[in-house]
């Protein structure tokens, strides 16, 4: 167990604790679906929130070899911790980012025309992948251009694309993606076959070629949404009670008075609030229900607006011996990100990587 702060409490800080083993088996579990091919690993934005410094090597210990960044300065920061990576930059090639790609040894994701003949200028040979956009219209060359960069000698040891909905099973346009790639990829038998990430892993034309390139799952997050879960929880997050206070029927709650007691209420004021990336979103007020969190067991609504560092819950039905030396868990004991996600109009991607820098943060394996 290792932690970046004193001890836990200690400033009143809500606790994030990332379990490393449960990441580490989201990504055996991935690993093994989609065997012979590989199962890489997305750990771009920070790991998704939960570290980069932690979870590479967390990852490489359990067998991933290959890694995919957003930014060369991410790739950097994978290269430091597990040397032998191989690391892919999503976001195609800046001539700013060049010096970074080759001094520790990163491969481009080229993206377009311009990226190709900057690589093939500058790139002194190194490997790259190339991203064919198959209805994205995101980034990546378009189908046509894949025969031209084919015909330019480059080192291309992948070839990808990305879905537009991988989450939703029947929807047709990823059997319409996975035939244009199918299309394409015949002009570059050599390189490698890269579509899927993480709910594509489930999709039924089981799209998983040579490399996956999951993310979101690894973390926790359902690539399953409307049925189980197939992932363990990696994320959970407490907060401290700071304070309690009965107030009567009628009475307001927070700011701009959003909240109103229906009852003689309970409420208890959390140490954690939107600067922590609890979104302001998941406010609950007399119009609309919002986040929860759970209290010795029972899940307890916010009372009004979440502030920046506050916030507040109703903890009526807990029983008041139960209120002493509890905490309140925003995220774990139930809680999903896809839940929290939901009662706060986002998406579980962005809960995890909007999680808080000020977080007193334990890592355990
Ligand atoms: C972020 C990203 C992924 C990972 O997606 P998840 O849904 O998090 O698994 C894979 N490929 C590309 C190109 C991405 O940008």
């Known amino acids: 167990m290792t932690e970046t702060s004193g001890p836990a409490g200690a400033d009143s800080q809500a606790i994030l604790t990332i379990d490393l083993a449960a990441l580490a088996a989201n990504w055996r579990v991935l690993a093994e679906r989609v065997a012979p091919g590989e199962c890489g690993a997305v750990v771009k934005a920070d790991a998704y929130g939960i570290g980069i410094e932690a979870a590479a090597p967390a990852l490489a210990k359990a067998g ?13 920061r994978v290269r ?9 930059v ?19 994701v080229l993206g377009s025309l311009e990226d190709a003949s900057l690589w093939a200028h500058a790139g002194e040979g190194h490997a790259c992948a190339l991203h064919v956009d198959t209805g994205m219209n995101r980034l990546g ?10 015909g330019m000698g480059l080192a291309i040891d992948v070839l990808m694309t990305h879905f537009v909905s991988s989450e939703a099973t029947t929807d047709p346009t990823n059997h319409a993606q996975i035939a244009r790639f199918s299309s394409v990829r015949t002009a570059l038998p050599q390189a490698r076959a890269s ?3 993480s709910s594509a892993l489930y999709l039924p034309q089981k799209p998983y070629g040579d ?22 929880a990696v994320v ?16 307001k709650v927070g700011y701009n008075a959003q909240w109103t007691a229906k009852r003689r209420t309970r409420l208890a004021t959390i140490g954690i609030g939107y600067a922590d990336g609890l979104p302001r979103a998941a406010m609950g007020t007399d119009d609309r229900a919002g986040g ?8 307890c609504p916010f009372a009004g607006r979440v502030s920046m560092d506050l916030t507040i819950v109703d903890v009526t039905d807990v029983p008041e011996t139960a209120l002493k030396g509890a905490t309140a868990v925003l995220l774990g004991d139930g809680i999903t990100i896809d839940d929290l996600g939901l009662r706060a109009a986002t998406i579980g991607y962005e809960i995890l990587t909007r999680l808080g820098a000020r977080y007193h943060r334990v890592y355990v394996d």
């Open 90 to 108: 999503l976001n195609g090639l800046l001539a700013a980012s060049l010096p970074t790609l080759i001094a520790h040894d990163l491969r481009p």
């Open 236 to 251: 959970r997050l407490e907060a401290p009670l700071l304070q309690i206070r009965t107030i009567e029927a009628g009475e």
């Open 141 to 150: 060359v378009v189908p046509a251009d894949v025969a031209v960069i084919a």
């Open 211 to 232: 490399l996956v390139r999951p993310g979101y799952a690894l973390y926790g997050g359902n690539p399953t949404p409307g049925s189980d879960n197939p992932m363990q």
């Open 80 to 88: 430091a911790v597990v040397p032998h990576a191989v690391v892919y």
């Open 64 to 76: 991933c070899r290959t890694f995919f960044v957003a930014h060369a300065s991410e790739g950097r």
């Open 195 to 197: 579509l899927a990430n």
């Open 292 to 299: 929860e969190a759970r209290v010795a067991g029972v899940l």
